[in-house]
């Protein structure tokens, strides 16, 4: 059984930095994709960052030089390093997967419903 579990978020102010971390296990595709998402109240879950098993990324416009996706295969985890955070950033943050490669990674970032398996989410507040 695939698990996702999520964590690193919390409180900081505006410009400051966290780094969220997803732990994944019973994962036993060869060819995957790993992404982060984002969902603030009121408004529609977005693509923040994939990550393919080749290393290739892709960000959000709105993350582009602020975030980076990366991910340590020996411990089976994923990382979103997220610097110069502002209050627009502020979502419950959650991790993704899904087994295959997929090509332009960056439509992944617009269709959340191609990955099948979701974290449960942590939340990242950013205050002015």
């Known amino acids: 059984q695939v698990q996702l579990v999520e964590s690193g978020g919390g409180s900081v102010q505006s410009g400051g930095s966290l780094r969220l971390s997803c732990d994944v296990s019973?994962?036993?595709?060869?060819?995957?994709?790993m992404g982060w998402f984002r969902q603030a109240p009121g408004k529609e879950r977005e693509g923040v960052a994939v990550?393919?098993?080749?290393?290739?990324?892709s960000y959000a416009d709105s993350v582009k030089g602020r975030f980076t996706i990366s991910q340590d295969n020996a411990k089976n985890t994923l990382y979103l390093q997220m610097n110069g955070l502002k209050p627009d950033d502020t979502a419950m943050y959650y991790c993704?997967?899904?087994?295959?490669?997929?090509?332009?990674?960056?439509?992944?970032?617009?269709?959340?419903?191609?990955?099948?398996?979701w974290g449960q989410g942590t939340q990242v507040t950013v205050s002015s």
């Open positions: 993704a997967a899904r087994g295959g490669t997929y090509r332009p990674l960056s439509l992944l970032l617009q269709w959340s419903s191609l990955f099948g398996y």
């Open positions: 990550i393919d098993g080749a290393g290739t990324t």
């Open positions: 019973g994962y036993t595709y060869s060819r995957y994709c």
